[in-house]
C-alpha cells in the first residue's frame, strides 16, 4: 500500500529552494525515504545539488526524524551555499539525535563559512568529544565536504 506525498519540504522549510521543483504527487510505499536519501546521496556525489536537495526533502516529509537525511540536506545547501538554511538543518539533526558526531562536525563547517568562529569551534569540540567517546561515525563524511573545505585537508 503506498501513501500520496508532494516535496512540500523545498517549499515550506527552505525559502531558496532548487529550481527543479517535484511538483506533480508520487504514490510511493512509506518506506521510500531510504530510496529518496539514497538517491539523493548519488546526486549529490555528481554534483547535481538541486535534484539531491529535492530527494531530500523527499525523504524528509516521509520521515522527518532521521538525523542522517537532516546532514546531508545541510551539506547540500552548504554546497549550494545557503549557509543559513544549512545551520538549521544541522540543528534540526542535533534536536533529534543530540549525539550525531557528524552534524556537530558540519555545523562547525558552517558556522566557519558565516563568520561564527566560536561556535564553531564549540561544535567541533563537542564533535571530538564524541569521536573520543566512541560515537559513531560514517567513514565517508569527508566526500560531502564543499570543495574548499577539502583543500584545508
Known amino acids: 500500500m503506498g501513501i500520496s506525498v508532494s516535496a512540500k519540504t523545498s517549499q515550506a522549510t527552505h525559502p531558496h529552494h532548487s529550481s527543479r521543483k517535484l511538483t506533480e504527487t508520487l504514490s510511493v510505499p512509506a518506506s521510500s525515504h531510504w530510496l529518496c536519501y539514497e538517491r539523493g546521496k548519488r546526486l549529490t556525489k555528481k ?3 538541486a535534484a539531491a536537495l529535492d530527494s531530500f526533502n523527499l525523504a524528509l516529509d516521509l520521515e522527518p526524524n532521521e538525523p542522517q537525511i537532516w546532514v546531508f540536506r545541510g551539506v547540500v545547501l552548504t554546497h ?5 538554511a544549512a545551520l538549521v538543518s544541522f540543528n534540526k539533526a542535533l534536536v533529534i539525535a543530540s549525539n550525531h558526531c557528524e552534524s556537530w562536525i558540519f ?9 561564527r568562529a566560536g561556535e564553531a ?3 567541533y569540540a563537542i564533535a571530538l568529544r564524541l569521536q573520543q567517546q566512541g560515537v559513531e561515525k560514517r567513514e565517508d563524511y569527508p566526500m560531502w565536504m564543499p570543495a574548499r573545505e577539502m583543500s584545508a585537508c
Open 80 to 84: 549550494l551555499n545557503h549557509y543559513e
Open 121 to 123: 569551534r564549540s561544535s
Open 47 to 49: 554534483g547535481d545539488y
Open 107 to 115: 555545523r562547525g563547517a558552517v558556522l566557519s563559512y558565516l563568520n
